[in-house]
């Protein structure tokens, strides 16, 4: 088992940044494909970015490409997503996820049932 904790989230005014970060702990592997989805209300998880484990190619949905940057630290057990112009379309509870495969294809990485593992989300809500 894989046990993710995001944090970062917060209130913040249009234009601001956020960086989130999600710890990763127990049977976890530096191979590991990791990502990041938002719950916006009342709509469907949606994916943002993500990293391959073995190679750290990384892929963006259209919306963020620019603004968010996804990394990780192997070492620590970390990713994270760097948010930066944010605005107000960008609230909502936003979620990391691992999964075991080492190679994602632009098509796969934003597909959330290839995901096994996931955190509790971290709320962020950006003002105008």
């Known amino acids: 088992q894989v046990q993710l904790v995001e944090s970062g989230g917060g209130l913040v005014k249009a234009g601001d940044s956020l960086r989130l970060s999600c710890s990763a702990s127990?049977?976890?592997?530096?191979?590991?494909?990791l990502g990041w989805f938002r719950q916006p209300p009342g709509k469907e998880r949606e994916f943002l970015a993500a990293?391959?484990?073995?190679?750290?190619?990384?892929y963006y949905a259209d919306s963020v490409k620019g603004r968010f940057t996804v990394s990780r630290d192997n070492a620590e057990n970390r990713v994270y997503l760097q948010m930066n112009s944010l605005k107000p379309e960008d609230t909502a509870v936003y979620y990391c996820?691992?999964?075991?495969?080492?190679?994602?294809?632009?098509?796969?990485?934003?597909?959330?049932?290839?995901?096994?593992?996931w955190g509790q989300g971290t709320q962020v809500t950006v003002s105008s």
């Open positions: 127990g049977r976890t592997s530096s191979t590991y494909s």
């Open positions: 996820a691992a999964s075991q495969s080492a190679y994602f294809s632009s098509s796969s990485a934003s597909r959330p049932g290839n995901y096994a593992y």
């Open positions: 990293i391959n484990g073995r190679n750290g190619l990384k």
